[in-house]
């Protein structure tokens, strides 16, 4: 069965340091992409940061970065130099071979100012 | 705009009223999905669509709950005889392409559906 776990209800972070937010998976399927969504107060889904299974490298983007250990199943998402307006729900997603994407509980991250 | 719409925003209904949601995908996208959130939950896949054609359901309720998205005109995601249960917000995405991996869903602003 395919999974997503996202075991951090909620995280604090300070404002301008950075923070990691956890996200293992279970797939059978060799194939397969990793993604992880924002959703802030306003309810709309921001895509962030894409992680193809075949990848070699970890994925970034600006301040943005996926931290990739394919043999552990893991797929953090590290948020550098947070600001204020990343106070949101962050949702680690997963598509493999079929044609849904599935979604882990999310966490909701507070920067502190 | 040419991102994917969704109306209503908000959308109260009593019990045992029938509750229609509606989804314009983005432009030149063919595939439209429908998620559900409870909560402080994530999503729920319910419906994967084609033009004409339902491809996935599985998530989806087998009562009261149908969806469709003709060729001509939005997605809708129709629930019958809503419940309190039903309550929830409602997700429309969409992609140019499906079957891919590296395929990233563009989401709507979704409806807020609450049941008196």
């Known amino acids: 069965a395919q999974k997503i776990t996202q075991t951090q209800p909620g995280m604090f972070v300070q404002e301008k340091e950075a923070v990691t937010l956890d996200c293992t998976y279970d797939t059978s399927d060799p194939s397969y992409g990793l993604f992880w969504y924002k959703q802030p107060s306003s309810g709309e889904m921001i895509f962030l940061i894409y992680q193809g299974s075949y990848d070699q490298q970890n994925a970034t983007e600006g301040r943005y970065s996926l931290n990739f250990q394919k043999a552990r199943k893991s797929a953090n998402l590290v948020i550098s130099a947070s600001q204020l307006g990343d106070s949101a729900m962050y949702f680690c997603?997963?598509?493999?071979?079929?044609?849904?994407?599935?979604f882990g509980a999310g966490t909701r991250l507070f920067v502190k100012a | 705009n040419a991102g994917v719409m969704q109306n209503p925003r908000h959308l109260v209904r009593r019990r045992g009223q029938e509750a229609r949601l509606r989804c314009s995908p983005m432009?030149?996208?063919?595939?439209v999905y429908w998620y559900r959130q409870l909560p402080e939950e994530g999503l729920k896949f319910m419906v994967y669509l084609q033009k004409e054609n339902i491809i996935d359901e599985s998530g989806m309720p087998k009562e009261r709950f149908s969806a469709e998205f003709p060729k001509e005109g939005p997605s809708i995601l129709r629930i019958q005889q809503v419940v309190r249960g039903d309550s929830a917000a409602y997700f429309c995405?969409?992609?140019?392409?499906?079957?891919?991996?590296?395929?990233?869903?563009?989401f709507g602003s979704g409806t807020q559906l609450s049941v008196l």
């Open positions: 432009k030149g996208h063919s595939h």
């Open positions: 995405a969409s992609s140019p392409v499906s079957g891919a991996t590296n395929e990233k869903l563009f």
């Open positions: 997603a997963m598509r493999t071979g079929g044609f849904k994407t599935i």
